[in-house]
């Protein structure tokens, strides 16, 4: 198991985010978590990568506890985040952005090789290469975003939101890498508040309410629930 | 019923802007102070009181002095981006390269170093100073700032300006509140002539020196990958840190870098001046602060013209905007005609020439 979450509560303040929430994400699949705003689910991603600390419980990956790390060890040990609202580097060129992604990385001949595989990936940054990150489309910034988490060569990608924000075809691209980028190894922890599309082509999946899980199961399973249906048509 | 006249305006007029009596005011300020740089700059060039090589001297002179102010400017500006906070602290810190620098530069005109060997003397003069300002800057954020780094409100800049003390009364209390002359090179006065303009050789020296660290900076910056890491830093700290940047790294390497560029600038100043005193990070201090607010906070080229365009300012405009109004000894005035502009960028555009608007909504 890479990354185990037991357990786990964090709050901001006096206010309980997330409560007893565990998640465990085996090598090869897509996870999904999905649930309405608000419901803990970015809370939760940045609390394994470290950028939030946690009340209660604990995260471990390869079974080591990452209490004590710092979000850079974090993503060195494999668990690389795509944050939400993209966060890409704006005044830096799509390149940099991409290179900024295999930060943790030395091996300067497979940068150069996983670069241009990027660039076949998404032949639009490409032609975009020397151009300034910011001045990039929402879907091509999210091209962008996806890219340079997966030049950390990442063992387990968390995808917060990936689809936001984009229009519905743009969407579609986004959900089909996905399942490219998991068809090629990486292992896929998906966010979302679409919910139906994430659970289309999860593996697995957990859905969250008020900062606690209330459901889990395969994906497609989940995806024709009644209680998953109420909640979100409901 | 009055109220509801405000709720039955059409849609969109509420987003003009109405003109209220504060936007007069501003603009009456910004045409009277344009009308009094006009006015004063026509007529000391009708006067004709200043030659032709004068203007050029005023212009040299502004231009070293800028750069000096660029530099450290740089300090700031780096600081500002990874950490968003203001190192008030920044021109004490260069005030101890500048006694640092004064040190060796006395050692080695004693035993006659400078004369025989003045290129290994200016060296170590430039490498004293840049490690001890080096060596102040991390000091400072180690045990000043780190500290106080997730504290809220006003803590990290209150603790910036007591540093700023600090520094001023421990090297008072260690060498004395007196002026200490820096010594004197053998070509410190020479001139050289360009087309009939007498140029200053240790102006065309300070600017050598200043113009090629920043170049060497600009290429740290933009072609290295802790350059790279740092402009990411600057945009976005967490997102740099999921990328596996360790922020505190790279906070380390800003201060450094911004401590190397202060020990530049303080031999610089020290030349310029030739003199070094407990006091003297002041003045330039708060200059170089407001040259990078010049140019904009958080931009590198920003901080570089900025330092240029204060010094040329300051150089140029108490003989160019004040003389003609007649007012006498108008150069005791240039501290106040570069804090105007100053103020006028504050007031007028608060992102400075090259800022991003501090506002601004990530996309």
Partial sequence: MILEIENMSLAYGNIEAVRGVSIKIVDGGIVALVGANGAGKSSTLNAISGLLPISAGTIRIDGQSTKELKPHQITRRGIVQVPEGRRIFGRLSVEENLLMGAFSRNDHQAIAEDRDRMFELFPRLKERRRQVAGTLSGGEQQMVATARGLMARPRVLLMDEPSMGLAPLVVEQVFDTIQAINAAGTTVLLVEQNALMALEIADHAYVMEHGEIVLEGPGPELAGDERVISIYLG | ?363
């Fill in chain 2, 1 to 363: 019923m009055s109220d509801t006249s405000l709720t039955t305006l059409p849609p969109g007029a509420s987003a003009r802007k109405r003109i209220n009596g504060i936007d007069v005011f501003m603009w009456a300020l910004r045409c009277a102070v344009a009308a009094i740089a006009i006015f004063g700059a026509v007529a000391t060039l009708l006067q004709g009181r200043y030659s032709l090589a004068q203007w050029f001297d005023f212009a040299m002179f502004g231009l070293t002095l800028g750069s000096v102010y660029a530099l450290i400017a740089l300090g700031y500006t780096m600081v500002y981006g990874v950490l968003r906070m203001i190192n008030f602290a920044h021109g004490d810190i260069t005030m101890t390269g500048a006694f640092a620098g004064y040190f060796v530069a006395s050692g080695v005109s004693r035993n006659g170093l400078l004369a025989t060997h003045p290129v290994l003397a200016i060296v170590a003069i430039f490498a004293v100073a840049m490690a001890t300002c080096i060596a102040v800057a991390l000091a400072t954020e180690r045990f000043a700032y780190r500290p106080f780094r997730n504290s809220p409100g006003q803590a990290p800049l209150i603790c910036a300006i007591g540093v700023s003390f600090v520094l001023e009364q421990t090297v008072r209390g260690m060498f004395g509140s007196g002026v200490k002359s820096y010594p004197l090179t053998t070509w410190h006065d020479a001139v050289i002539n360009v087309a009939g303009l007498r140029v200053p050789v240790v102006n065309l020296f300070v600017m050598g020196c200043a113009i090629s660290a920043m170049v060497i900076l600009y290429l740290i910056v933009h072609r290295t990958r802790m350059g790279m890491a740092m402009r990411a830093v600057s945009e976005d700290k967490a997102a740099a840190a999921l990328m596996g940047v360790d922020v505190d790294r790279v906070v380390v390497f800003a201060f450094a870098l911004g401590g190397a560029m202060a020990g530049v600038a303080s031999v610089c100043y020290a030349l310029i001046y030739q003199q070094v005193h407990f006091f003297m990070g002041f003045a330039p201090g708060i200059k170089a602060f407001g040259a990078a607010v010049l140019g904009g906070i958080g931009s590198i080229p920003g901080a570089m013209i900025g330092g240029m365009f204060l010094g040329l300012i300051e150089a140029v405009g108490p003989a160019l905007f004040l003389d003609g109004l007649g007012i006498t000894a108008p150069y005791q005035l240039r501290d106040a005609i570069g804090f105007l502009v100053l103020l006028m960028v504050l007031i007028f555009r608060p992102q400075g020439l090259f800022g991003e608007a501090m506002a601004k909504k990530r996309a």
